[in-house]
């Protein structure tokens, strides 16, 4: 009996082993051990020596924003906090104040800044996922947790806030500069490694990506040997994975660049080019499918590429050539991107823009002879429904512009805010003449509360390109069916439309915009909407070549569109404003 006992006892204890060794390990180690080794370099700001408490973690340097905030306080590169840090999460909120800014729209002390550490290596968490608003724009830091404080990349506070950051390296020293901007490192391709290695796989990235709107191929790189460049850690995001995001740079000529390969073929120069107008995807691409495969090897580069005469990193797939998409986020202050993104989606809504006309309206109207950073205007009835008649309820609004002979003129940004508790909202980017607009601009509506013009989720419509007289003549248009027109508060996007290209003679594509669901049932088109007809228009209707695709994607017709009528309907172009 005893025997049996312990045979029993022998077999509990081997059955606990077994279970604590296939299920603790799992808890303790889900997540990895980050060291944060203390920074022991001297750091010189504005050429006074401070000790903080700064750590390196992976090559990089992590302050407390805090001890930042309080040494730049009297700089005109300085920052206010009012947050919410919880040692894991949380949000925050900053603000950038100059030197003779008044005390309270500087930063407010705490009393916890700049104390000193005791030396020792220490394990970090990482906490990216701390909301960060700067100025109401949303930002994405490398963030980690040490000893319930959270730590914040140097390089990429200076890039939020504009000081410069060098190494001396004969000194040992970190050195930030106040009145200097930041100077993105350069970046140096070696192409002298063997370039016929197999050193990984491309596959098509799932979640849409657009240029000015306008869709382009995206692919996952996967390698055990990433080549990062120092502008992709400027660009860091919650989503990890958008570093191994790559484009074709070869592709980039129908998206505003030139693309222009040396005589030796050693060089591949990307210029980016305002006035080049942006091709327009074939209508049988857009309305594929994402398969999920591998459809690439990749290949070390054997070659140098610049962009704007900047080396950036690069790969080879095929007889092309794959950049870093961060690499094109210098051109685009503000990325539209939803927040819950997800792999799994191929939505309209669930995808991420990179808006260079934005940034270029943006640009040109903070050059303008209008433009104040400091002025801010009363908020109030302005006028009437002339200066923004796309709206359909206008009653509050603010106009940023200029007023000859009480006419607004030249670039100019208009918002409005609608009645209803403010469920209808506007905003205008771009040019007016004899109050109307006329020349390049980006209107957005946005049907439910809130400030945010630039998630995808809530917009109504939107109409980007040239206007004239407050028509879009040729652009892109986008508008969303509404399941609630009575009552506001319980609108939610559903399938809508969308056309690209000319309105009245040229060429013009009509799409359904699919929003029902984040896979898109079993119309899960790569880019969210799928192309219905498309052809040369005059007068406003199709003529001409015409092509007309069925319920699934595919091409059912290709021809005249005079044969085309013969046996069917004609297309309906209506929505397109």
């Known amino acids: 009996m005893d025997k049996m006992k312990n045979a029993v006892n022998k077999f509990t204890v081997f059955i606990l082993t077994l279970l604590i060794l296939l299920f603790i390990p799992a808890v303790l180690f889900a997540q990895e051990v980050i060291i944060a080794t203390p920074t022991t370099s001297k750091i010189l700001l504005d050429g006074k020596e401070i000790v903080f408490q700064a750590y390196n973690i992976e090559g990089n340097n992590y302050f407390k924003l805090r001890d930042l905030a309080m040494t730049l306080r009297d700089t005109d590169k300085g920052f206010s906090i009012n947050n919410h840090l919880q040692p894991l999460n949380g949000s925050v909120f900053m603000l950038p104040s100059k030197s003779d800014s008044i005390d309270s729209e500087k930063y407010q002390p705490v009393g916890s800044e700049l104390q000193t550490g005791d030396g020792q290596i220490k394990t970090a968490v990482d906490n990216s996922l701390i909301h960060c608003d700067v100025q109401g724009d949303i930002k994405y830091f490398k963030i980690y947790n040490i000893d319930d404080y959270n730590y914040f990349k140097l390089r990429e506070i200076a890039y939020t806030f504009d000081f410069s950051v060098t190494w001396d390296e004969k000194y ?15 970046y140096t391709a070696d192409i002298s490694v063997n370039s016929m290695e197999e050193i990984g796989s491309v596959s098509e990235y799932s979640i849409p990506i657009f240029i000015n709107e306008m869709p382009i191929f995206s692919y996952l790189v996967k390698t055990e040997t990433p080549i990062i460049s120092e502008y992709q850690g400027m660009a860091n995001t919650r989503y990890s994975e958008l570093h191994n995001v790559y484009v074709f740079a070869e592709d980039l000529t129908f998206y505003g660049f030139d693309v222009v390969c040396s005589d030796d073929s050693n060089n591949l120069y990307l210029i980016k080019n ?10 049988e691409l857009v309305n594929t499918n994402i398969t999920g495969n591998d459809i690439y090897s990749l290949y070390r580069n054997n070659k140098y590429v610049f962009l704007d005469d900047k080396q950036i990193p690069s790969y080879r797939a095929g ?37 260079f006309l934005m940034e270029i309206l943006n640009e040109e109207f903070e050059n303008s002879e209008f433009y104040d950073p400091y002025y801010e205007p009363s908020t109030g009835f302005y006028g009437n429904e002339r200066y923004m008649s796309f709206a359909t309820i206008v009653t509050v609004g603010s106009i940023y512009g200029k007023f000859v002979d009480e006419t607004l003129t030249g670039i100019c940004k208009i918002t409005t805010h609608g009645d209803n508790n403010s469920y209808h909202r506007t905003y205008f ?36 390109g040239e206007f004239i007289d407050n028509v879009l003549v040729d652009g892109i248009t986008y508008k969303s069916e509404s399941m609630s027109d009575v009552d506001p508060s319980q609108w939610q996007p559903i399938d809508g439309y969308r056309y690209e290209g000319a309105r009245v003679n040229g060429y013009l594509r009509k799409c359904v915009v699919y929003n029902d669901g984040n896979n898109c049932s079993d119309r899960n088109f790569r880019f969210g909407y799928a192309v219905v007809c498309e052809g040369e228009i005059q007068d406003g209707q199709f003529c001409g070549y015409f092509r007309s695709y069925g319920e699934d994607g595919r091409l059912e017709f290709e021809g005249n569109y005079g044969d085309y009528i013969k046996t069917r309907d004609a297309p309906a172009l209506d929505n397109m404003q």
């Open 429 to 464: 980017m771009g040019y007016f003449s004899n109050d109307k607009a006329n020349g390049i601009g980006i209107f957005k509506e946005n049907f439910v509360g809130g400030t945010s013009y630039h998630t995808y989720a809530r917009y109504r419509r939107f109409l980007r």
């Open 274 to 283: 305002d006035s080049k107008k942006f091709g327009m995807m074939d209508g």
């Open 319 to 355: 007889d092309k050539t794959l950049i870093p998409l961060v690499e094109l986020i210098r051109y685009c202050e503000k990325i539209d991107i939803r927040e819950t993104m997800t792999e799994a989606a191929s939505t309209y809504l669930v995808r991420l823009n990179l808006d």
């Open 172 to 186: 040992d020293c970190i050195v930030i500069d106040t009145s200097n901007s930041y100077k993105i490192p350069p």
